[in-house]
T-cell receptor, first 109, second 118 residues
Framework: GQNIDQPTEMTATEGAIVQINCTYQ??????LFWYQQHAGEAPTFLSY??LDGLEEKGRFSSFLSRSKGYSYLLLKELQMKDSASYLC??????????WGAGTKLIIKP | GAVVSQHPSWVICKSGTSVKIECRSL??????MFWYRQFPKQSLMLMAT?????????EQGVEKDKFLINHASLTLSTLTVTSAHPEDSSFYIC??????????????FGPGTRLTVT
């Protein structure tokens, strides 16, 4: 079956760094997405990885290892506005997104 | 670019009535549209996938006669919740994808519609 696993909740301190892990099992693979979702709002796109390695985009970076079925989202210089849920989603061979349950990130001052 | 709108943003209706939610791609052609439902503190649950001009494909456990989806054009899809009940109260989110254009088939999300059935 297809499955995405990510931690339910994480807590970090303002200004610090946090890494949110995601493991996936899908029928075929066409890339790994990370989305940010604030409470009561729709998800917004953060990153996409299809090749192994690290993609850096400002304070956010995303890493992929296809052989391990593993990805992480790295957030640096955390700000209070980064408090949100972070959704990991893998695209299968039919180009459908398989969603994780989301990781709620709590930032403390 | 790549903006998706939803209307209404929130709606309250009485049990037994029907509610229509519109999803529009404003600046691109949405060959595929997706409808999701999200309950509080839970992740997105895909309800159905629709392609312009054809019948929607529903996920297992989603009643197609209750959740009517019409993807009549390349910029508009509608979800009608028929005979709504309080358990249908949820956050409904649509997303759209231009299969002809995007390298990696990114989905662009609408802002969501919060439905409350009383």
């Amino acid at each position: 079956g297809q499955n995405i696993d990510q931690p339910t909740e994480m807590t970090a301190t303002e200004g610090a760094i946090v890494q949110i892990n995601c493991t996936y099992q899908t029928s075929g693979f066409n890339g790994l997405f990370w989305y940010q979702q604030h409470a009561g709002e729709a998800p917004t796109f953060l990153s996409y990885n299809v090749l192994d390695g690290l993609e850096e985009k400002g304070r956010f970076s995303s890493f992929l290892s296809r052989s391990k079925g593993y990805s992480y989202l790295l957030l640096k210089e955390l700000q209070m506005k980064d408090s949100a849920s972070y959704l990991c989603a893998a695209m299968d061979s039919n180009y459908q997104l398989i969603w994780g349950a989301g990781t709620k990130l709590i930032i403390k001052p | 670019g790549a903006v998706v709108s939803q209307h209404p943003s929130w709606v309250i209706c009485k049990s037994g009535t029907s509610v229509k939610i519109e999803c529009r791609s404003l600046d691109f052609q949405a060959t595929t549209m997706f409808w999701y439902r999200q309950f509080p503190k839970q992740s997105l649950m895909l309800m159905a996938t629709s392609n312009e001009g054809s019948k929607a494909t529903y996920e297992q456990g989603v009643e197609k006669d209750k959740f009517l989806i019409n993807h009549a054009s390349l910029t508009l899809s509608t979800l009608t919740v028929t005979s709504a009940h309080p358990e249908d109260s949820s956050f409904y989110i649509c997303s759209a994808r231009d299969d002809e254009d995007r390298d990696f088939y990114e989905q662009y999300f609408g802002p969501g519609t919060r439905l409350t059935v009383t």
